[in-house]
Nanobody, 128 residues
Framework: QVQVVESGGGLVQAGGSLRLSCTASGRAFSSWSVGWFRQAPGKEREFVAAIVWSGGSRIYSTYYATSVKGRFTISRDNAKNTVPLQMNSLKAEDTAVYYC?????????????????WGQGTQVTVSS
């Protein structure tokens, strides 16, 4: 089975940075689309960022929620078979469980239903 795993969560002061990482067991991410979502206490799960592989165009595209654009960066490290999410200038409202999700096909990147495989989440806590 495909197992998606997130890592890198932790406790950080407001204004600080964290780097999350996502990988899938037994799979390469080079041709997969990967999204990051988060869920804060009492709130719905929301889209954070995605990196999408377009088989037809054979290009990667990145997308961000408005709330994180300019602060978060999603990328690929194909040599390490990971998709990191660099989070800078963290705010208290970024506190959430962060989930990595993967899809073989080009997805509606912002929709969690488009992703077939999900990690268990990693906690990010930003203290104010």
């Amino acid at each position: 089975q495909v197992q998606v795993v997130e890592s890198g969560g932790g406790l950080v002061q407001a204004g600080g940075s964290l780097r999350l990482s996502c990988t899938a067991s037994g799979r390469a991410f080079s041709s997969w689309s990967v999204g990051w979502f988060r869920q804060a206490p009492g709130k719905e799960r929301e889209f954070v960022a995605a990196i999408v592989w377009s088989g037809g165009s054979r290009i990667y595209s990145t997308y961000y929620a408005t709330s994180v654009k300019g602060r978060f960066t999603i990328s690929r490290d194909n040599a390490k078979n990971t998709v990191p999410l660099q989070m800078n200038s963290l705010k208290a409202e970024d506190t959430a469980v962060y989930y990595c999700a993967a899809a073989l096909l080009e997805p509606k990147y912002y929709s969690d239903s488009a992703y077939s495989y999900w990690g268990q989440g990693t906690q990010v806590t930003v203290s104010s």
